[in-house]
Nanobody, 123 residues
Framework: QVRLVESGGGLVQAGGSLRLSCGAS????????MSWFRQAPGKEREFVAA????????FYAPSVSGRFTISKDFANNAVILQMNNLKPDDTAVYYC????????????????WGQGTQVTVSS
């Protein structure tokens, strides 16, 4: 079993930046994608960004495209989410997840999840 642990959340003003990290321990990651999702209070968990774990292709939700960047930290076997120009609507708990198969934009396609890290953007 793979254990995912997120870090880097916090409180930031609108227009600011945060860098989230998700480290993997346990079994070797054997997956097509590592992704970030987020869930705001009262809303469903939504896709944010995905990165092909081997190939390196990246995909973003339209709401974050051009502001967020997903990347791989090869040295630490981690997936990074750099978030710039943050907006109050970005406030949510952010989760990283390991893809098991299926549409990478669907939460049901993931079998391992981190515990989540809170991101709060003030106006």
């Amino acid at each position: 079993q793979v254990r995912l642990v997120e870090s880097g959340g916090g409180l930031v003003q609108a227009g600011g930046s945060l860098r989230l990290s998700c480290g993997a321990s346990g079994r070797t990651l054997n997956t097509y994608y590592m992704s970030w999702f987020r869930q705001a209070p009262g809303k469903e968990r939504e896709f944010v960004a995905a990165r092909g774990w081997v190939g390196g292709s990246t995909f973003y939700a339209p709401s974050v495209s051009g502001r967020f960047t997903i990347s791989k930290d090869f040295a630490n076997n981690a997936v990074i989410l750099q978030m710039n120009n943050l907006k109050p609507d970005d406030t949510a708990v952010y989760y990283c997840a390991k893809h098991r198969g299926g549409a990478f934009g669907s939460a049901s396609s993931y079998d391992e999840w981190g515990q989540g890290t809170q991101v709060t953007v003030s106006s």
